[in-house]
Nanobody, 124 residues
């Protein structure tokens, strides 16, 4: 069992930056691939970024590539999402998730544990 808690969301102007954190507890987090997803009002939850268990492999949605960076510190049981050049269309609730898989995963159905989400609002 893994518990995930996101933090770092907030209100920011377009062009600004935020850094999200996902603190994990329970089973050793370095046995899980991890990812970030987001859900805007009236839309389905969508993939943002994912990282392998060791952190050596990452993948990003095209919409955030070049602006967002996913990373993890297994010693601290924490994953991060650095978000730069934010746009109003990045506004959503951001969720972190953990998947009991060796490779990175981009589909929600591959993930076993989810956090409660943190709101990110980007004003124009």
């Amino acid at each position: 069992q893994v518990q995930l808690v996101e933090s770092g969301g907030g209100l920011v102007q377009a062009g600004g930056s935020l850094r999200l954190s996902c603190a994990a507890s329970g089973r050793t987090v370095n046995t899980y691939a991890m990812g970030w997803f987001r859900q805007a009002p009236g839309k389905e939850r969508e993939f943002v970024a994912a990282i392998s268990r060791s952190g050596s492999s990452t993948v990003y949605a095209d919409s955030v590539k070049g602006r967002f960076t996913i990373s993890r510190d297994n010693a601290k049981n924490t994953m991060y999402l650095q978000m730069n050049s934010l746009k109003p269309e990045d506004t959503a609730v951001y969720y972190c998730a953990a998947a009991n898989t060796i490779v990175v995963a981009t589909r929600t159905t591959r993930y076993d544990y989810w956090g409660q989400g943190t709101q990110v609002t980007v004003s124009s």
